[in-house]
Structure formats: C-alpha cells, structure tokens
C-alpha cells in the first residue's frame, strides 16, 4: 500500500509540474537546452554595399510572404517582383532598394514594410592566376586586401612569392602593382598590402 501511494503522489507532482509550466509560459528548449529562434537571413554585404549583376537578394515583405523572395539580380540590373514586374537593384545599396519597393508597393500595401539582403556578392569579383592552389574568380568580400586573397587563393610549390603583382585597370589604362608576399607576412612594406578593387587580377609568378 505505502509503495502504491507513494507511485500515486509522484505521478500527481508531475503533472501538477507540467501544469505550471505551461500556465507561466514555458517554451520549449532544444536539446542544448536553449530555446529555439527562427531562422534569420543573414547578409554577406554592409550596409554601403553596391548591388550588382548576378547578386542574389533576399526581399522580404514584413507580413506578405507571398511577396518575399530570394531572386537573382539580371544581367540588366533588374529584379522581377510581384505587383511590382520589373525592379531596377544595380547601383543601389540594399537600404535604398528597400525604400524604393517600398515606396512602390504603397499603391498595393498600405503599411509596406521592407527588408533588402544580400545574401550572395557575385557582382564583385577579382581573379587569381598563375602558381596558386585555387585559380579563377574569387568574390569580393568588403575591405579584401591583396594579403588575404592570397591567403585564400593558396600557394603551389613553385610560386615565385617576392615576384607577385596586382593588374588593375583605371581610368581605361592598365597598372601593374608589386606584391612582395614575403615582407607582407614578415610586417615589412605593408604598404603593398592593398585594398582589392572589382576586376582586379593577382599574377603568381
């Protein structure tokens, strides 16, 4: 008898327990005991970036899914949304694109509230050629220097490290800058650790 009422008063405390927990809002926890959060779009550019050509965006429509889309941008600068057809993205920051749908769609909507993300930079590329690991075009991330392209592009054995030059191409003229990779990573001449540009070509010798 003891062992029966004992039985009975632990099964009363565990659902007297699950009864509270459900009264003071309990959330359910993952199995690293946190609670979950919905998935969030994150973006692989700042806020100054510059839309391009072949980006991939993420629209969202606070409260509309039927307008939220991830959609690449076209070879014409254009993005096709609906409602709204044909959208120009190239050569806006994603803060501005999001202010002109959003000015759009207040034909359709009368609260818009919109969120522009890049989630993928293919507009803005420079390449690596020569005695590398990894040859061909490598994207642009903000603020890429010519050390940490390098650094991702890789050396073959028979790279020439202190012969590394940059192409660029300015004002319709072309310039060859001198990379000297050994006194980079030594700290020495840093001012050869410069700021890549779209369409930049590293040479490994």
Do not use: C
């Amino acid at each position: 008898m003891k062992t029966t009422a004992l039985t009975i008063a632990l099964l009363l405390g565990l659902v007297t327990g699950s009864a509270w927990a459900q009264s003071n809002g309990a959330k359910p926890k993952d199995k690293a005991g946190s609670v979950p959060e919905a998935s969030r779009t994150t973006s692989a550019a700042g806020p100054t970036y510059v839309i391009g050509a072949d980006d991939t965006l993420h629209i969202d429509v606070w409260k509309e899914p039927d307008l939220t889309a991830t959609l690449p941008v076209r070879p014409d600068g254009m993005i096709s949304l609906p409602l709204l057809n044909d959208v120009q993205a190239a050569g806006l920051t994603p803060m501005q694109l999001a202010a002109s749908i959003t000015e759009k769609l207040k034909k359709y909507l009368a609260d818009p509230r919109v969120t522009v993300v890049v989630t993928q930079m293919n507009s803005q590329r420079i390449y690596v050629t020569g005695e590398v690991l990894h040859t061909g075009a490598m994207p642009l991330l903000p603020n890429m220097t010519v050390l940490q392209a390098l650094a991702s592009a890789g050396f073959s054995q028979f790279a020439n490290t202190k012969g590394i030059y940059v192409l660029r191409v300015e004002n319709g003229r072309q310039q060859k800058i001198p990379v000297n990779y050994k006194q980079l990573v030594k700290g020495e001449a840093m001012g050869q650790n410069i700021l890549m540009k779209p369409g930049d070509t590293i040479v490994v010798p």
